[in-house]
T-cell receptor
């Protein structure tokens, strides 16, 4: 079974600085998808960024980018120019290419932004 | 935002009583999912549906049942609630089970407390 591990329960960063959240996963599949979701205090799950494993280029969405290392099974999220609104729980998630698109989530990292 | 609502949003119940949570979508998406969120575990899949009357078990299905009689509604039932089922429950939807760009979108969540 696939597993996703986020080894940093909590992280903090100064406003306007850059922070990187770590995620590793375990799978025997060659094709799959990886996601980062953000959960602010409202509890709403918000998609931040996604990566297809067959793409070598790292995904980027404005201030959010990933460092996808397929061989190392690593999928980190970099947030540049951190803003107060970035404070939230961040979840890394894995999805197999085939089947019912079930997501496997990591335990989450709580990110605090210091003004 | 994806048109997903969950009801009720908050519920307090007693051990041994039946509880039904409802997820309603206006997107006409084929796939619907129920997850539970607990501290230290991220989100875990309970059950999912791939069409009307078509459902399957997820990672933590014991003690739960589901039904889907209409495309837009997916019900999660706790037949006899236990304190271990105290959690936040999220519904999610997606267009299909395969495809390169499909993403799951989440409802606002239901907080359930079993006393």
């Amino acid at each position: 079974a696939q597993t996703v591990t986020q080894s940093q329960p909590e992280m903090s960063v100064q406003e306007a600085e850059t922070v990187t959240l770590s995620c590793t996963y375990d799978t025997s599949e060659s094709d799959y998808y990886l996601f980062w979701y953000k959960q602010p205090p409202s509890r709403q799950m918000i998609l931040v960024i996604r990566q297809e494993a067959y793409k070598q280029q790292n995904a980027t969405e404005n201030r959010f980018s990933v460092n996808f290392q397929k061989a190392a099974k690593s999928f980190s999220l970099k947030i540049s120019d951190s803003q107060l609104g970035d404070a939230a729980m961040y979840f890394c998630a894995y999805r197999a290419d085939q089947g019912a698109q079930k997501l496997v989530f990591g335990q989450g990292t709580r990110l605090t932004i210091n003004p | 935002d994806a048109g997903i609502t969950q009801s009720p949003r908050h519920k307090v119940t007693e051990t041994g009583t039946p509880v039904t949570l409802r997820c309603h979508q206006t997107e006409n998406h084929r796939y619907m999912y129920w997850y539970r969120q607990d501290p230290g575990h991220g989100l875990r899949l309970i059950h999912y549906s791939y069409g009307v009357k078509d459902t399957d078990k997820g990672e933590v299905s014991d003690g739960y049942s589901v039904s889907r009689s209409k495309t837009e509604d997916f019900l999660l039932t706790l037949e006899s609630a236990t304190s271990s089922q105290t959690s936040v429950y999220f519904c999610a939807i997606s267009k299909s089970g395969t495809g390169l760009e499909e993403t799951q979108y989440f409802g606002p969540g239901t907080r359930l407390l079993v006393l």
